[in-house]
């Protein structure tokens, strides 16, 4: 199994940073992808960004490029993701997720608890 958290979260005002944090654990050495998904209120859960574990290979949702970067750590097993220039449409529950599959999936096979970003205008 695999366990995924997820930290930095909170409230904030439109035009600053914030950067999440997603500690993983447990049986993740087949995981071959981990990204970031969002779900707003009464929106569909979208691809935020993406990371090919082999190559580190990343891919981005379209409201959110140029603005967001996804990174890891492979030797604290953390995947990151920097938000700037943070708009009040980017406000959501962000999830971190780990997938056995190809990173550009839009379901994955793992995912954490989810944190609240909240941007204020």
């Known amino acids: 199994q695999v366990q995924l958290v997820e930290s930095g979260g909170g409230l904030v005002q439109a035009g600053d940073s914030l950067r999440l944090s997603c500690a993983a654990s447990?049986?993740?050495?087949?995981?071959?992808?981990m990204g970031w998904f969002r779900q707003a209120p009464g929106k569909e859960r979208e691809l935020v960004a993406a990371?090919?574990?082999?190559?580190?290979?990343?891919a981005y949702g379209d409201s959110v490029k140029g603005r967001f970067t996804c990174s890891r750590d492979n030797t604290k097993n953390t995947l990151y993701l920097q938000m700037n220039s943070l708009r009040p449409e980017d406000t959501a529950v962000y999830y971190c997720a780990g997938h056995t599959g190809d990173y550009r999936a839009r379901e994955y096979d793992y995912w954490g608890q989810g944190t609240q970003v909240t941007v204020s205008s």
């Open positions: 447990g049986r993740i050495v087949g995981m071959s992808a």
């Open positions: 990371i090919r574990n082999i190559d580190g290979a990343t």
